[in-house]
Protein backbone atom coordinates (compact mmCIF):
# COMPACT_ATOMS: atom_id res chain seq x y z
CA UNK A 1 0.00 0.00 0.00
CA UNK A 2 2.75 2.14 0.60
CA UNK A 3 4.05 2.49 -3.19
CA UNK A 4 0.26 3.05 -4.29
CA UNK A 5 -0.01 6.09 -1.56
CA UNK A 6 3.05 7.79 -2.74
CA UNK A 7 1.71 6.98 -6.52
CA UNK A 8 -1.71 9.02 -5.58
CA UNK A 9 0.55 11.68 -3.93
CA UNK A 10 2.90 12.07 -6.88
CA UNK A 11 0.75 14.10 -9.07
CA UNK A 12 -1.11 16.59 -6.56
CA UNK A 13 2.56 17.58 -5.27
CA UNK A 14 3.50 18.40 -8.76
CA UNK A 15 0.73 20.54 -9.59
CA UNK A 16 1.12 22.11 -6.09
CA UNK A 17 4.71 22.99 -7.53
CA UNK A 18 3.41 23.99 -10.40
CA UNK A 19 1.41 26.39 -8.67
CA UNK A 20 3.53 27.67 -6.52
CA UNK A 21 5.98 28.48 -10.03
CA UNK A 22 3.13 30.43 -11.36
CA UNK A 23 2.59 31.92 -8.43
CA UNK A 24 6.06 32.99 -7.87
CA UNK A 25 6.59 33.54 -12.02
CA UNK A 26 3.71 36.28 -11.59
CA UNK A 27 5.01 37.80 -8.52
CA UNK A 28 8.40 38.53 -10.54
CA UNK A 29 6.95 39.78 -13.53
CA UNK A 30 5.44 42.28 -11.28
CA UNK A 31 8.51 42.93 -9.61
CA UNK A 32 10.62 43.85 -12.76
CA UNK A 33 7.71 45.54 -14.65
CA UNK A 34 7.24 47.91 -12.06
CA UNK A 35 11.00 48.30 -10.99
CA UNK A 36 11.60 49.82 -14.20
CA UNK A 37 8.08 51.57 -15.32
CA UNK A 38 6.85 53.18 -12.38
CA UNK A 39 7.57 56.72 -12.33
CA UNK A 40 11.47 57.84 -11.06
CA UNK A 41 11.64 59.78 -7.91
CA UNK A 42 14.51 61.25 -6.66
CA UNK A 43 15.02 61.09 -2.74
CA UNK A 44 14.71 64.06 -0.58
CA UNK A 45 18.13 64.21 1.58
CA UNK A 46 17.29 64.62 5.30
CA UNK A 47 18.41 68.78 5.93
CA UNK A 48 18.63 70.89 8.96
CA UNK A 49 19.02 74.57 9.37
CA UNK A 50 22.86 75.27 9.92
CA UNK A 51 23.07 78.79 9.84
CA UNK A 52 20.79 82.77 9.55
CA UNK A 53 22.40 85.42 8.11
CA UNK A 54 21.62 88.84 8.98
CA UNK A 55 19.58 89.18 6.31
CA UNK A 56 16.97 86.42 7.51
CA UNK A 57 18.52 83.56 4.93
CA UNK A 58 18.17 80.38 6.34
CA UNK A 59 21.18 77.93 5.29
CA UNK A 60 20.54 74.24 5.14
CA UNK A 61 22.88 71.02 5.72
CA UNK A 62 22.62 67.41 6.06
CA UNK A 63 21.33 66.06 9.63
CA UNK A 64 23.91 64.69 12.17
CA UNK A 65 21.53 61.96 12.43
CA UNK A 66 23.23 58.68 11.54
CA UNK A 67 20.07 56.19 10.76
CA UNK A 68 18.13 59.01 8.25
CA UNK A 69 21.78 59.86 6.68
CA UNK A 70 21.66 56.07 6.14
CA UNK A 71 17.96 55.61 5.05
CA UNK A 72 18.80 58.33 2.72
CA UNK A 73 22.19 57.14 0.57
CA UNK A 74 19.79 53.73 0.84
CA UNK A 75 17.15 54.92 -1.18
CA UNK A 76 19.94 57.09 -3.41
CA UNK A 77 21.63 54.34 -4.56
CA UNK A 78 18.19 52.50 -5.37
CA UNK A 79 17.39 55.05 -7.15
CA UNK A 80 20.87 55.74 -9.03
CA UNK A 81 20.44 51.97 -10.23
CA UNK A 82 16.43 52.26 -11.27
CA UNK A 83 17.73 55.40 -13.31
CA UNK A 84 20.96 53.15 -15.12
CA UNK A 85 18.24 50.74 -16.12
CA UNK A 86 15.67 53.17 -17.08
CA UNK A 87 18.38 54.81 -19.61
CA UNK A 88 18.60 51.16 -21.37
CA UNK A 89 15.35 51.64 -22.55
CA UNK A 90 15.53 52.10 -25.99
CA UNK A 91 13.02 55.44 -25.96
CA UNK A 92 15.29 56.50 -22.99
CA UNK A 93 18.09 56.15 -23.73
CA UNK A 94 20.90 59.60 -23.64
CA UNK A 95 22.17 61.04 -26.88
CA UNK A 96 25.56 61.58 -24.80
CA UNK A 97 25.73 57.52 -25.14
CA UNK A 98 24.83 57.05 -28.54
CA UNK A 99 25.38 60.12 -31.47
CA UNK A 100 27.13 63.78 -30.94
CA UNK A 101 26.18 66.26 -28.70
CA UNK A 102 26.79 68.93 -31.24
CA UNK A 103 24.60 67.15 -33.95
CA UNK A 104 22.58 69.82 -36.13
CA UNK A 105 20.63 67.24 -39.06
CA UNK A 106 17.29 68.84 -40.39
CA UNK A 107 14.75 65.47 -40.89
CA UNK A 108 15.62 64.79 -44.31
CA UNK A 109 19.03 64.38 -43.55
CA UNK A 110 18.40 62.36 -40.62
CA UNK A 111 16.20 60.20 -42.59
CA UNK A 112 18.70 59.38 -45.05
CA UNK A 113 21.46 58.69 -42.37
CA UNK A 114 19.00 56.08 -40.91
CA UNK A 115 18.56 54.72 -43.91
CA UNK A 116 22.68 54.18 -44.94
CA UNK A 117 22.77 53.03 -41.13
CA UNK A 118 21.62 49.90 -42.51
CA UNK A 119 24.42 49.00 -44.34
CA UNK A 120 26.94 49.70 -41.77
CA UNK A 121 28.13 46.26 -39.83
CA UNK A 122 29.77 45.41 -37.00
CA UNK A 123 32.27 42.40 -37.97
CA UNK A 124 33.96 40.11 -35.37
CA UNK A 125 37.52 38.21 -36.22
CA UNK A 126 38.13 34.75 -34.35
CA UNK A 127 40.77 32.74 -34.19
CA UNK A 128 40.52 29.27 -32.10
CA UNK A 129 37.03 30.17 -31.06
CA UNK A 130 38.40 33.47 -29.21
CA UNK A 131 37.76 37.26 -30.49
CA UNK A 132 41.02 38.67 -31.82
CA UNK A 133 39.39 42.10 -33.20
CA UNK A 134 36.32 43.70 -34.26
CA UNK A 135 35.82 46.20 -36.88
CA UNK A 136 32.88 48.21 -39.02
CA UNK A 137 32.28 46.94 -42.07
CA UNK A 138 30.07 48.85 -45.16
CA UNK A 139 27.83 46.50 -48.01
CA UNK A 140 28.86 47.79 -50.72
CA UNK A 141 27.59 45.68 -53.15
CA UNK A 142 24.45 42.81 -53.57
CA UNK A 143 24.49 39.99 -56.36
CA UNK A 144 20.64 39.10 -56.61
CA UNK A 145 21.26 35.80 -59.23
CA UNK A 146 23.68 34.58 -56.63
CA UNK A 147 22.46 35.90 -53.70
CA UNK A 148 25.15 37.07 -52.09
CA UNK A 149 26.32 40.49 -50.78
CA UNK A 150 30.47 42.07 -50.76
CA UNK A 151 30.85 44.04 -47.27
CA UNK A 152 34.08 46.19 -47.19
CA UNK A 153 35.94 46.68 -43.75
CA UNK A 154 39.65 47.23 -42.52
CA UNK A 155 42.63 44.50 -42.83
CA UNK A 156 42.98 45.33 -38.98
CA UNK A 157 40.31 43.25 -38.42
CA UNK A 158 42.44 40.29 -39.26
CA UNK A 159 45.32 41.44 -38.28
CA UNK A 160 47.38 39.56 -35.57
CA UNK A 161 50.32 41.98 -35.46
CA UNK A 162 50.22 45.53 -35.96
CA UNK A 163 52.97 47.95 -35.46
CA UNK A 164 52.52 51.41 -34.74
CA UNK A 165 54.25 52.45 -37.77
CA UNK A 166 52.54 51.73 -40.97
CA UNK A 167 56.18 51.07 -43.07
CA UNK A 168 57.00 48.36 -40.74
CA UNK A 169 56.03 44.80 -41.43
CA UNK A 170 52.48 43.49 -40.67
CA UNK A 171 51.16 40.04 -39.75
CA UNK A 172 47.63 38.60 -41.03
CA UNK A 173 45.38 36.01 -39.91
CA UNK A 174 43.60 35.79 -43.78
CA UNK A 175 42.16 32.21 -42.04
CA UNK A 176 40.49 34.00 -39.28
CA UNK A 177 37.14 33.32 -38.79
CA UNK A 178 34.80 36.30 -39.86
CA UNK A 179 31.52 37.08 -38.11
CA UNK A 180 29.24 39.61 -39.36
CA UNK A 181 26.66 40.91 -36.17
CA UNK A 182 22.98 41.03 -37.66
CA UNK A 183 20.91 43.32 -36.18
CA UNK A 184 18.48 41.12 -35.02
CA UNK A 185 21.22 39.27 -33.02
CA UNK A 186 21.81 36.68 -35.23
CA UNK A 187 25.51 36.45 -36.98
CA UNK A 188 26.19 35.31 -40.74
CA UNK A 189 29.72 33.75 -41.38
CA UNK A 190 31.56 35.42 -44.55
CA UNK A 191 34.54 34.40 -46.64
CA UNK A 192 37.47 36.16 -47.44
CA UNK A 193 37.28 37.76 -51.32
CA UNK A 194 40.00 40.02 -51.26
CA UNK A 195 42.73 41.72 -48.97
CA UNK A 196 45.02 44.43 -49.42
CA UNK A 197 47.90 44.40 -47.46
CA UNK A 198 49.59 48.12 -48.16
CA UNK A 199 45.92 49.49 -48.40
CA UNK A 200 44.94 47.62 -45.30
CA UNK A 201 41.57 46.85 -47.35
CA UNK A 202 39.26 43.75 -46.83
CA UNK A 203 36.46 42.31 -48.82
CA UNK A 204 34.04 39.81 -47.16
CA UNK A 205 31.79 38.02 -49.01
CA UNK A 206 28.39 36.63 -47.47
CA UNK A 207 25.51 34.86 -48.21
CA UNK A 208 22.17 34.18 -47.44
CA UNK A 209 21.16 37.90 -45.86
CA UNK A 210 18.42 39.03 -48.75
CA UNK A 211 17.62 42.06 -46.35
CA UNK A 212 21.25 43.25 -46.64
CA UNK A 213 21.29 47.35 -47.62
CA UNK A 214 23.68 48.78 -49.82
CA UNK A 215 25.55 51.72 -49.71
CA UNK A 216 27.08 53.43 -53.07
CA UNK A 217 30.64 54.46 -53.42
CA UNK A 218 31.13 58.34 -54.38
CA UNK A 219 34.36 59.26 -56.27
CA UNK A 220 33.48 62.90 -55.84
CA UNK A 221 35.33 64.54 -52.82
CA UNK A 222 35.98 67.79 -52.00
CA UNK A 223 37.41 69.95 -49.64
CA UNK A 224 35.06 71.53 -46.84
CA UNK A 225 32.09 69.82 -46.99
CA UNK A 226 29.81 68.75 -44.94
CA UNK A 227 30.54 64.74 -44.32
CA UNK A 228 29.56 62.36 -41.39
CA UNK A 229 31.41 59.63 -39.95
CA UNK A 230 29.15 56.14 -39.38
CA UNK A 231 30.69 53.54 -37.80
CA UNK A 232 29.48 50.65 -34.77
CA UNK A 233 30.96 50.58 -31.13
CA UNK A 234 31.42 47.44 -29.41
CA UNK A 235 27.62 47.09 -28.58
CA UNK A 236 26.87 47.58 -32.35
CA UNK A 237 25.29 51.17 -31.82
CA UNK A 238 25.62 53.63 -34.01
CA UNK A 239 28.72 56.44 -34.34
CA UNK A 240 27.21 58.95 -35.64
CA UNK A 241 29.28 62.22 -36.10
CA UNK A 242 29.43 65.61 -38.34
CA UNK A 243 33.33 65.82 -39.72
CA UNK A 244 34.95 67.35 -42.10
CA UNK A 245 38.40 66.86 -44.43
CA UNK A 246 41.39 67.74 -42.28
CA UNK A 247 43.91 69.49 -45.36
CA UNK A 248 47.04 67.92 -43.49
CA UNK A 249 50.21 65.48 -44.81
CA UNK A 250 50.36 62.34 -43.29
CA UNK A 251 52.78 61.30 -40.67
CA UNK A 252 56.28 59.93 -41.15
CA UNK A 253 54.46 56.28 -39.72
CA UNK A 254 51.82 56.87 -42.02
CA UNK A 255 51.07 55.74 -45.50
CA UNK A 256 51.20 58.24 -48.28
CA UNK A 257 47.60 57.70 -49.50
CA UNK A 258 45.37 58.55 -46.00
CA UNK A 259 43.61 61.84 -46.17
CA UNK A 260 42.48 62.77 -42.27
CA UNK A 261 39.19 64.14 -40.36
CA UNK A 262 38.77 66.33 -37.33
CA UNK A 263 36.71 63.27 -35.55
CA UNK A 264 37.94 60.37 -33.69
CA UNK A 265 36.94 56.93 -33.39
CA UNK A 266 37.40 53.76 -31.20
CA UNK A 267 39.32 51.04 -32.88
CA UNK A 268 36.17 48.60 -33.94
CA UNK A 269 35.08 52.29 -35.55
CA UNK A 270 38.31 51.10 -38.34
CA UNK A 271 35.88 50.38 -41.56
CA UNK A 272 33.29 52.77 -40.51
CA UNK A 273 32.30 55.14 -43.13
CA UNK A 274 32.45 58.49 -44.20
CA UNK A 275 29.53 59.65 -45.95
CA UNK A 276 27.94 62.67 -47.87
CA UNK A 277 24.72 63.97 -46.51
CA UNK A 278 23.09 62.02 -49.49
CA UNK A 279 24.10 58.73 -48.08
CA UNK A 280 26.79 57.86 -50.65
CA UNK A 281 30.45 57.10 -49.24
CA UNK A 282 33.26 58.98 -49.99
CA UNK A 283 35.77 57.23 -48.23
CA UNK A 284 36.02 54.23 -45.71
CA UNK A 285 37.62 55.30 -42.21
CA UNK A 286 40.57 53.77 -39.94
CA UNK A 287 41.49 54.67 -36.52
CA UNK A 288 45.09 56.57 -36.07
CA UNK A 289 46.76 58.43 -34.19
CA UNK A 290 46.87 62.31 -33.82
CA UNK A 291 44.09 61.80 -36.39
CA UNK A 292 41.23 59.66 -37.81
CA UNK A 293 42.41 58.72 -41.40
CA UNK A 294 40.24 57.48 -44.35
CA UNK A 295 40.89 56.13 -47.93
CA UNK A 296 38.49 57.64 -50.44
CA UNK A 297 36.61 55.53 -52.61
CA UNK A 298 38.20 56.88 -55.66
CA UNK A 299 41.30 54.97 -54.98
CA UNK A 300 38.69 51.94 -54.06
CA UNK A 301 36.98 52.08 -57.37
CA UNK A 302 39.99 52.65 -59.11
CA UNK A 303 41.13 49.67 -60.15
CA UNK A 304 39.47 46.02 -60.11
CA UNK A 305 42.62 44.98 -57.96
CA UNK A 306 44.61 47.68 -55.97
CA UNK A 307 47.74 46.89 -57.46
CA UNK A 308 50.53 49.66 -57.15
CA UNK A 309 53.87 50.45 -58.05
CA UNK A 310 56.75 49.62 -55.44
CA UNK A 311 59.03 52.58 -55.49
CA UNK A 312 60.41 52.17 -52.35
CA UNK A 313 60.21 55.38 -51.53
CA UNK A 314 58.15 57.66 -48.70
CA UNK A 315 57.13 60.87 -50.78
CA UNK A 316 56.19 63.64 -49.27
CA UNK A 317 53.35 65.98 -51.35
CA UNK A 318 54.37 69.92 -51.82
CA UNK A 319 50.44 70.43 -51.53
CA UNK A 320 50.50 69.50 -47.97
CA UNK A 321 53.57 72.37 -47.63
CA UNK A 322 52.81 75.68 -45.60
CA UNK A 323 52.02 78.78 -48.21
CA UNK A 324 55.40 80.14 -47.31
CA UNK A 325 57.22 77.15 -48.00
CA UNK A 326 55.75 76.61 -51.46
CA UNK A 327 55.84 79.80 -52.41
CA UNK A 328 59.73 79.43 -51.85
CA UNK A 329 59.99 76.50 -53.82
CA UNK A 330 57.91 78.57 -56.60
CA UNK A 331 60.48 81.39 -56.13
CA UNK A 332 63.94 79.07 -56.11
CA UNK A 333 63.04 75.87 -58.35
CA UNK A 334 59.74 77.04 -60.28
CA UNK A 335 58.27 73.98 -58.26
CA UNK A 336 54.08 74.31 -56.41
CA UNK A 337 52.95 70.83 -57.01
CA UNK A 338 54.61 67.08 -56.84
CA UNK A 339 56.43 64.95 -54.56
CA UNK A 340 59.68 65.97 -52.60
CA UNK A 341 61.66 62.29 -52.01
CA UNK A 342 65.05 62.66 -49.86
CA UNK A 343 67.73 60.76 -52.21
CA UNK A 344 66.29 60.25 -55.16
CA UNK A 345 69.92 59.02 -56.82
CA UNK A 346 70.81 56.60 -54.64
CA UNK A 347 67.24 55.55 -53.49
CA UNK A 348 65.33 55.11 -56.50
CA UNK A 349 68.19 54.88 -59.72
CA UNK A 350 69.51 51.90 -57.81
CA UNK A 351 65.86 50.34 -57.80
CA UNK A 352 65.25 50.62 -61.31
CA UNK A 353 68.37 49.13 -62.04
CA UNK A 354 68.55 46.20 -60.05
CA UNK A 355 65.89 45.54 -57.47
CA UNK A 356 62.91 45.66 -59.67
CA UNK A 357 64.96 43.43 -62.34
CA UNK A 358 64.95 40.63 -60.73
CA UNK A 359 61.12 39.41 -61.09
CA UNK A 360 60.62 37.65 -64.82
CA UNK A 361 56.58 38.16 -64.63
CA UNK A 362 55.82 40.61 -66.86
CA UNK A 363 52.45 41.02 -65.98
CA UNK A 364 53.20 42.62 -62.77
CA UNK A 365 55.54 45.25 -64.49
CA UNK A 366 54.43 48.94 -66.08
CA UNK A 367 56.59 51.18 -67.24
CA UNK A 368 56.61 54.51 -65.33
CA UNK A 369 57.66 58.29 -66.64
CA UNK A 370 58.67 60.18 -63.77
CA UNK A 371 59.92 63.83 -64.10
CA UNK A 372 62.62 65.13 -61.96
CA UNK A 373 64.01 67.95 -60.62
CA UNK A 374 67.43 67.60 -58.37
CA UNK A 375 67.11 70.95 -56.38
CA UNK A 376 70.96 71.02 -55.29
CA UNK A 377 72.07 71.16 -59.39
CA UNK A 378 68.96 72.86 -60.76
CA UNK A 379 68.65 70.27 -63.11
CA UNK A 380 64.98 68.65 -64.68
CA UNK A 381 65.13 66.12 -66.67
CA UNK A 382 62.80 62.35 -67.32
CA UNK A 383 63.60 59.03 -66.15
CA UNK A 384 61.92 56.23 -67.74
CA UNK A 385 61.53 53.03 -64.90
CA UNK A 386 59.95 49.63 -65.31
CA UNK A 387 58.62 49.09 -61.75
CA UNK A 388 57.01 45.96 -60.29
CA UNK A 389 52.77 45.87 -59.52
CA UNK A 390 52.15 44.53 -56.01
CA UNK A 391 48.95 44.58 -53.45
CA UNK A 392 51.71 44.17 -50.90
CA UNK A 393 52.72 46.30 -48.05
CA UNK A 394 56.16 47.94 -48.66
CA UNK A 395 58.05 47.84 -45.46
CA UNK A 396 61.36 49.72 -44.35
CA UNK A 397 63.02 48.86 -41.85
Given amino acids: TTPQLQLTRLPIEKEEEEDVTQVTQQELAQ ?9 IREP ?3 LVPIWTSSAGKVYYGLTSDRLALNSYYEAYQKYSEKQARQEQLPTLRSSLTVSSITESYGPKQKEILLNASK ?9 DDKEINRCTGIAVEWDDEKGCGIVLTSACLITSKKPFNDWSDKEYASNAKVVIHLFDGSTLTSKLLYLSKHYDLAFYEVSGYMNLKILPLETNLEYGL ?3 LLARDMKMNLICKAV ?3 YVAPCEHQHNHYLFIDHSIPKCGSGGALADLNGRVVGMLFCMLPLTSFIPSSLILKFRRLARPQLGLKLRAVGF ?8 LSRSCGVTSGLIVGEWEEILLGIGGEHLEKSNDLS ?14 GIRRIIHLTVELSDGNEVFS
Fill in 31 to 39: EHSGSDSSP
Fill in 44 to 46: QPP
Fill in 119 to 127: SILSLSAYI
Fill in 226 to 228: DLC
Fill in 244 to 246: NVK
Fill in 321 to 328: LDVSSIEF
Fill in 364 to 377: LKADVEVEVFHVRK
